[in-house]
């Protein structure tokens, strides 16, 4: 079956880039107190799975009923209390400071500058005896306690491993912290129907933190619902908005349509929507223009999913990027105006545009070619010039000694779930503590077997020194702060994709906010998440020559997608800067590469 005039709006794709496991924590469950078991350090001085598997699976830690009270997964050998507190503040029992930082809404990490870190997963069960991983109603999160996690330590000679697991004082007997997830679905909607207003048929409430808000069952598969643009007045804390994200859009007339489509099935074929390429051309208020990318005709639905970073599972946001209140010639004054590292220096930094396929390895991507200009950045400063680049699923045999492998740090990542997605920041993290090396195992769009043979030759490895989120911790990214980090090379940034991207050709994107802006948290203080579902490579920014309605050039972001060298121009796209649409100004991750001497570059550059 193929599906015509399809515009690939799903109800609930809210969530990552990435690492789609069901559990939805914030960081104000996660502040105070937790005591973390600690294991014994591994025989072997190298990172162990800790129960998880290479790559990591939803049901890992589930299968093996994993807690932190009946069965931590190990032998427990001390416990260390640990108070994080506002803003990334984290203290030790024996009075050590430290930082901490969540990972999207599923994890948090503690580095204490002695080298002691912890990384931790929070902890979801199964409501029922027979849950599905492709179901989030099968689970519920539990933010008082965690899987089996790590705790890396730096302190003594060379590097030391072992498991850990946590909880908060009392959590054994609090229930506080169990809260369902969300929803999961797959409704298909027509483009350039969705407004911001009330849903006269939805029920729930944002302040109840066991239901999610306005669930859109769309039982009725074949009627269009009519609501008036100005009649939302009664239902405003549960809008079309809340659960459509920011693929929401005005119609005509003052109206806004639900177009109920039928159900689909994920082996549908994908067709491009004409009607919306033509609304969108025609769009004079538009600064970008939409074309068919034909190359994208005939895959699955299930493909189209997984270029879009698909979350199964609903996640509600109220928040957007922190604000920054400072004039514009103190945050940028100091900075060019452009930036272009894909050009620069005639383009010796420039990598191949790359082609994710179906699998939903875009963080594993963004982040492997961030390190591969990084890498390029590195030895230009070194005298060891080369061209690395993605090894794909149709390799050039004269590059193979000189690719860095995305396809062996995803396969070899106990963190992330290979081509069911996965985080730049735990892709910074396995490229400091594992490392990635050029010319072994191929692109091959599937979670593939680990050949940690590609490793054993640590001269040839290449490490991150430092990894973390741009402003020090999630939630305090900003536009400056990101044009700041792009002065040392390229950065990974996540996005809130909306479908209608799968259209874009040329000029400058922006992705309308689903709300006014005052609707938004912009202080970074309460919950400190913006969903995402797509990682994408930031080489630089500019302005213009588009002109927005204040009559000055718009400014963007030149960002690099994973979507192949036929979609958009060239593989690129400009990304309007400066009003974190799309959540593009959220969660950016920066990592500074070494050698296998040591030389880095990046953050704290010694180079």
């Given at each position: 079956?193929?599906l015509?005039a399809l515009?690939?709006a799903?109800a609930c794709?809210?969530?990552?880039v990435l ?8 960081h ?25 598997e ?9 299968k093996?009923k994993?807690?932190?009270?009946d069965n ?7 416990t260390y209390?640990?108070?994080l507190e506002?803003p ?11 930082t ?7 994890a ?5 500058p002695?080298?002691?870190t ?12 027979n849950?599905s991983?492709?179901?989030v109603?099968d689970?519920i999160?539990?933010?008082?306690r965690t899987?089996?996690?790590w ?7 060379g ?13 054994q007997?609090s229930r506080?912290q169990?809260?369902n997830?969300?929803r999961s679905?797959?409704?298909v909607?027509?483009?350039g ?24 069952g769309?039982?009725?598969?074949s009627?269009a619902?009519y609501?008036d643009k100005?009649d ?6 549960c809008?079309?908005a809340d659960?459509?994200?920011d693929?929401?859009?005005f ?10 489509q039928?159900?689909y099935?994920?082996?549908d074929?994908?067709?491009s929507?004409?009607v919306?390429?033509?609304m969108v ?5 538009k600064?970008w ?6 190359h994208?005709h005939g ?5 189209m ?5 698909r979350a199964?599972?609903k ?19 100091h900075?060019?105006?452009?930036l272009?590292w894909?050009t620069?220096?005639?383009?010796i930094?420039?990598?191949?545009v ?11 991507i963004a982040?492997?070619?961030a390190a591969?200009?990084?890498v390029?950045?590195l030895?230009s ?8 680049r993605?090894?794909s699923?149709e390799?050039d045999s ?8 995305v396809?062996?740090?995803?396969s070899c ?14 892709m910074?993290?396995?490229l400091?503590e ?5 010319g072994?195992?191929?692109y091959?769009a ?5 050949n940690w043979?590609?490793l054993?030759d640590?001269l040839k490895v290449?490490r991150?020194k430092?990894y973390?989120y741009?402003?020090?911790y999630?939630?305090?990214c ?12 390229p ?5 809130n994709?909306?479908s ?18 005052s609707?938004?948290?912009t202080k ?5 998440w913006?969903?995402t579902n797509h990682?994408?490579t ?10 927005g ?8 972001w030149l960002?690099k ?19 974190d649409?799309a959540?593009?100004?959220s969660?950016?991750v920066?990592t500074?590469m ?6 880095c570059?990046g953050?704290?550059?010694d180079a």
């Open positions: 079956m193929k015509g515009f690939v799903l794709l809210p969530l990552v690492a789609d496991l069901p559990i939805h924590c914030l104000t469950e996660t502040i105070g107190e937790w005591d973390i078991q600690l294991g014994p350090p591994s025989a072997s001085k190298e990172k162990e799975n800790c129960g998880h290479t790559p990591d699976r939803v049901m890992s830690m589930v093996k994993i807690d932190p009270f931590p997964g190990f032998e427990p050998k001390s209390r640990i108070t506002n990334n503040v984290a203290t030790g029992a024996d009075g050590l400071k430290g901490w930082t969540m990972i999207y809404d599923e948090f990490e503690v580095k204490f002695t080298g002691k912890f990384f931790l997963f929070f902890k979801y069960m199964p409501k029922g005896p849950p991983p492709d179901e109603n689970f999160s539990t933010c008082d899987f089996t996690g705790w890396p330590d730096t302190t003594t000679e590097r030391n491993y072992g498991c850990a697991i946590g909880s908060k004082p009392g959590a007997k506080a169990k809260r997830t969300g679905g797959q409704a909607l027509q483009p129907y969705m407004g911001e207003g009330g849903n006269k048929g939805c029920t729930g409430t944002t302040d109840d933190p066991d239901t999610i808000p306005c669930d859109m769309l039982s009725d598969k009627e619902t609501i100005d939302n007045e009664d239902n405003e804390d809008s079309l659960n459509l994200g693929d929401a859009r119609g005509e007339q003052g109206h806004k349509i639900i177009q109920r039928p159900m099935d994920e082996d074929e994908f067709v929507d004409t919306f390429i033509e051309n025609s769009d004079t208020t600064t223009k939409a074309r068919a990318h034909t994208f895959n699955k639905m299930k493909h999913y997984s270029m879009l970073g199964r599972f996640k509600v946001q109220t928040v957007r990027a922190a604000v920054d209140d400072r004039s514009d010639d103190e945050k940028f004054g900075l060019p105006t452009e272009d894909n620069k220096d005639n383009g930094y420039s990598t191949p790359f082609s994710q396929g179906s699998c939903g390895s875009c963080y594993a982040s492997a070619d591969n200009m990084h390029k950045i030895e400063k070194t005298g060891a010039a080369q061209s690395p993605f090894r699923s390799p004269k590059q193979d000694d000189q690719l860095l492998s396809q062996n740090a995803m990542s106990v963190q992330n779930q290979g081509c069911d997605g996965g985080y730049p920041y735990l910074g993290k396995y400091s594992v490392g990635i090396t050029k072994c195992q191929d091959s599937s979670n593939g077997q680990c043979d590609c054993k640590q290449y991150a430092d973390g741009i402003g020090g999630y939630g305090a900003n536009e400056a702060k990101m044009m700041e980090a792009l002065q040392n090379g950065i990974v940034v996540a996005l994709a909306p209608d991207l799968f259209y874009y050709a040329e000029g400058i994107y922006d992705a309308p906010l689903a709300k006014g802006a609707d938004y948290n970074g203080q309460d919950q400190r913006e969903k990682a994408v930031a080489v630089g920014y500019g302005e213009g020559p588009e002109v309605e204040d009559g000055k050039p718009i400014k963007y960002i997608n994973s979507w192949g060298d036929n979609w958009g121009k060239s593989g690129f796209f400009r990304m309007k800067k400066g009003s649409a959540a593009v100004e969660m950016s920066e500074s070494c050698n296998a001497k040591g030389v570059t953050q704290g550059d």
